[in-house]
């Protein structure tokens, strides 16, 4: 089983299909992460900010990249204090640290103070990105990863149960890999993270596991190495 993880929650995985933030999925998904901290396991979590603004979409409406890129980091710590609300509200301490200085909000991002969290058994949740525009949070995860030295990072797809050959939502004849290299990401242009996280990964011999996060229990599956979904090493 890992001793020490971080989760990759998209904003859309914390959003209902007509609305942009959902206080009832975000429980459901904090149950399941409160049952794989009630294992031992050290948690720390990565959140998009997908589900309020899109990077591309506010480059088609004119806005300048670097203000959509931040505009889209501030909506990560949204989620982020959301989730820690939720999980603190079902007895869980948690920690939200961002790589955008905001300290009435939260604690900046200090990675010896992050790795003592852990230790402690807090939950950390990071927001902001990496804190800086052209970085997507799929390349924050993989850079939080690395330095807190998780032993794996797991993916929470929403709806999709691993890693396809071509969206299996559209194609029905799309096959499923067990196991891929992040060269077949790069090569085969999968696009289950971007290419500066596949290459961080990759480096650092970073294990990613690709899973669909809306069946009940496949977080606790994940992390205890059960065979589910699509990992990549």
């Known amino acids: 089983m890992y001793k020490r993880i971080l989760l990759k929650l998209s904003g859309e995985a914390l959003s209902g299909s007509d609305k942009n933030f959902d206080p009832e999925i975000i429980r459901v998904v904090c149950k399941e992460i409160k049952a794989v901290h009630d294992l031992g396991v050290e948690i720390a979590i990565v959140v998009g900010g997908g589900n309020f603004i899109r990077g591309k979409k506010l480059q088609e409406m004119g806005i300048d990249r670097v203000q959509g890129d931040n505009m889209g980091m501030l909506a990560t710590v949204i989620n982020a204090l959301a989730v820690q609300s939720t999980l603190e509200d079902m007895g869980v301490d948690t920690r939200v ?52 030295k998780a032993d794996a990072i797991l993916m929470a797809k929403n709806g999709v149960d691993g890693v396809y050959s071509d969206d299996p939502r559209t194609n029905p004849n799309a096959v499923k890999y067990d196991r891929l290299t992040y060269m077949d990401l790069v090569s085969q242009d999968l696009q289950v993270m971007d290419l500066t996280a596949a290459t961080l990964c990759k480096d650092n011999g970073m294990k990613l596991v690709v899973f669909n996060m809306n069946e009940a229990g496949n977080i606790v599956r994940a992390v205890k190495e059960e065979k589910i979904g699509t990992l990549v090493e």
């Open 97 to 148: 640290q961002t790589a955008i200085n905001i300290p009435s909000v939260a604690e900046p991002f200090i990675q010896r103070r992050a790795v003592r969290h852990l230790e402690k058994g807090r939950i950390v949740i990071f927001g902001g990105g990496t804190g800086s525009p052209y970085f997507s949070t799929d390349t924050a995860s993989a850079l939080r990863a690395q330095e807190i």
